[in-house]
């Protein structure tokens, strides 16, 4: 068993709002967080891995546990790793009305990470010689900062015809970031400054996203029964140093409830049952993540190309049932993109010069949501249910031509493939075969066949996903629990196939473990061309998992006079069950949001339990 984590982490924010003025709103807010983990190493639980003297790394005077130090699973190679970061961020939201109607807005974001990492590697590691010193460590320091700014004007008037109201807007968005990396390499243990190694290894890297936008947006309401809305966009991009032009995105949305009081079929058309349909044009440009702005640039060779552009359609019917306790609706969606840009990440030194976007075709994705809603009352009490359910299918609809070259029949990266017909990114591997002809229980390589030609195994993104949430309230008390499942996809194991590459994992050394463990450990540790394949460690990741349960209690009779006391406990990550094998189904190397997916010496999910007192004065 491995000793735990040691983690502290430490916050604190503060907020203020006021309202000097009839039209004048601000919101400021302050927040600093910093903390240490510790991530000692003492052993490892990995199943499967012989003691170092049965491999031969206890001569030489390597530890004879080296084995076992070699392969930490929430480690690559078994470093321990003390890590200390501080983040600080600061916000403020200002609103100004100068008639009724006209309204600006201005928001302004800052935040700084600085992050400090001491990392040990021992001896003898495989693949850097058995010649390094005990006790090298790299020491690293890494600072992320980011700016935003974002300003804007709207307009709204209501309209004598149709019952509506017109629009216009303008935007400006603005979003810088830096990074600095400072590393260590080869400090000896106990000694120097990551400040004394910054000639060793350092890279800086500065982006930007710019948006300038107008637009103007018409809305009509017809006795109640039918809403038309529709406009129209022009946005202008800048990112990563490179202007993407700029781009006209028109938009309309059109909801009808007929069976309403005034609509056309009132008597024969439910009056809770409305139907929608939504059209329109959207533009994606490299530079932005979930939190803003990737944290890449734009690598100096990428190639010109165009942003992603997207048009869209749904189609969606809403109903409420029992006197609105039960909310349901069923949407059909498709969504096409035209020059879809591929990221290719680059390794190494050329990771310090940047990521290459290349247009590789036409993508579309396709697909079902519903989403219910069930609100059960009984005198104090309060039961809701959530439950949402997508389907998604994801198929690549052209390959466009590279520079100097015919339109290729695939894009491969590694033993992901983007092909015509396929889902972007799929899994292509020779198929594995194997047939214990004997009845022994134990695989030679006669045993194995691998076919000659690669196959396509399945898509690394969910096409189904499920999600369900549960509150109850009585009172002072309020439980509530969130459940999801996602299937229909696979995910590279390379954690497993690593270790079986180097004859280190069950299914080279155990002679009871399962025919198909040992079958693909041999077809990647055993290397001649017609036999190699990863087939066998592209694997199911479908999954349920148990994501959060949380308990709140409001304590009145102790809060202090106009204010309020509560304590909570919330657990996270609570139980998974998959069939998939390695430590969880739901981590990438490369992170949520690129189309790589594997699983390579990936830190997992950890199960979380908080336990938090909120108190809420009122001085004055």
Do not use: K
């Amino acid at each position: 068993a491995e000793p735990p984590d040691r983690r502290v982490r430490r916050s604190a924010d503060v907020g203020v709002a006021f309202d000097p003025g009839e039209r004048l709103r601000v919101h400021a807010s302050l927040a600093i967080t910093d903390g240490r983990v510790d991530r000692p190493f003492d052993g490892n639980d990995f199943a499967g891995i012989h003691p170092a003297g049965l491999l031969g790394f206890a001569e030489g005077g390597a530890e004879p546990d080296f084995g076992y130090r070699l392969f930490r699973p929430s480690q690559v190679y078994g470093r321990d790793l003390s890590q200390e970061w501080t983040r600080w961020r600061a916000a403020t939201n200002t609103t100004f009305e100068w008639t009724p109607g006209i309204r600006s807005g201005l928001v302004l974001g800052f935040e700084r990470t600085t992050r400090r990492d001491l990392q040990m590697v021992p001896p003898g590691l495989i693949g850097l010689g058995s010649e390094l010193p005990r006790g090298i460590a790299d020491r690293n320091r890494t600072v992320l900062g980011s700016g935003t700014a974002r300003l804007t004007t709207d307009a709204t008037w209501d309209t004598s015809w149709g019952g509506g109201s017109t629009g216009v807007y303008a935007e400006l968005w603005s979003s810088d970031f830096d990074r600095e990396d400072r590393g260590g390499v080869g400090l000896p243990a106990g000694g120097g400054t990551v400040e004394d190694a910054e000639d060793r290894s350092s890279f800086d890297l500065d982006g930007e996203r710019r948006i300038a936008a107008v637009g103007v947006r018409q809305g009509l309401d017809w006795h109640g029964w039918l809403d038309v809305d529709g406009g129209l966009r022009v946005e202008s991009n800048r990112a990563l140093g490179r202007d993407w032009g700029t781009v006209v995105l028109p938009f309309a949305e059109f909801e009808a409830a007929p069976g309403r009081d005034g609509g056309p079929a009132v008597g024969w058309w439910p009056a809770a049952l409305s139907v929608r349909a939504v059209w329109g044009r959207g533009v994606h440009v490299p530079g932005r993540d979930g939190r803003g702005l990737d944290r890449v640039a734009l690598a100096p060779d990428a190639p010109a190309a165009d942003p992603e552009r997207t048009t869209s359609w749904e189609l969606a019917a809403s109903s409420q049932w029992f006197d609105d306790r039960l909310d349901l609706e069923l949407t059909r969606y498709d969504r096409t993109t035209d020059g879809l840009l591929l990221r290719s990440p680059l390794l190494f030194a050329a990771a310090a010069q940047g990521a290459r976007y290349d247009p590789v075709g036409d993508l579309r994705n396709r697909g079902w949501e519903l989403q219910t809603r069930w609100r059960i009352h009984r005198g104090a009490a309060r039961w809701m249910v959530d439950v949402g359910a997508a389907w998604n299918d994801n198929e690549v609809l052209s390959l466009d031509p590279l520079p100097g070259e015919d339109a290729p029949p695939e894009i491969r990266q590694g033993v992901q493939w983007t092909v015509v017909g396929h889902p972007v990114g799929g899994y292509w591997a020779q198929p594995l075969r194997w047939d214990d002809g004997d009845g022994d229980g134990v695989l030679v390589p006669s045993e194995i066949n691998v076919d000659t030609e690669a196959r396509f195994l399945g898509t690394p993104h969910p096409r189904l996903e499920v999600g369900i949430g549960s509150t109850w309230s009585y009172r002072d008390w309020t439980v509530h629990t969130r459940w999801i499942h996602r299937g229909g996809h696979r995910l590279r194991n390379l954690t497993e196939g690593y270790r079986c590459q180097v004859t280190l994992c069950r299914g080279f050394n155990d002679a009871t473990a399962p025919l198909a463990d040992q079958a693909r450990a041999q077809a990647v540790a055993i290397f001649p061309p017609d036999f190699f394949t990863e087939a066998g460690f592209i694997e199911d990741a479908s999954f349920w998992r148990w994501a959060e349960v949380g308990v709140r209690w409001q304590l009145r009779a102790f809060a202090p006079a106009g204010g309020d006391l509560a304590l909570s406990l919330l657990g996270q990550n609570l139980a998974t069950w998959t069939d998939y094998s390695g430590m969880d189904p739901e981590v990438n190397q490369f992170g949520a949001v690129e189309v790589l997916a594997r699983d390579f010496m990936t830190q997992p999910p950890v199960r979380r339990w908080t336990v938090r007192v909120d108190v809420a004065a009122r001085p004055w």
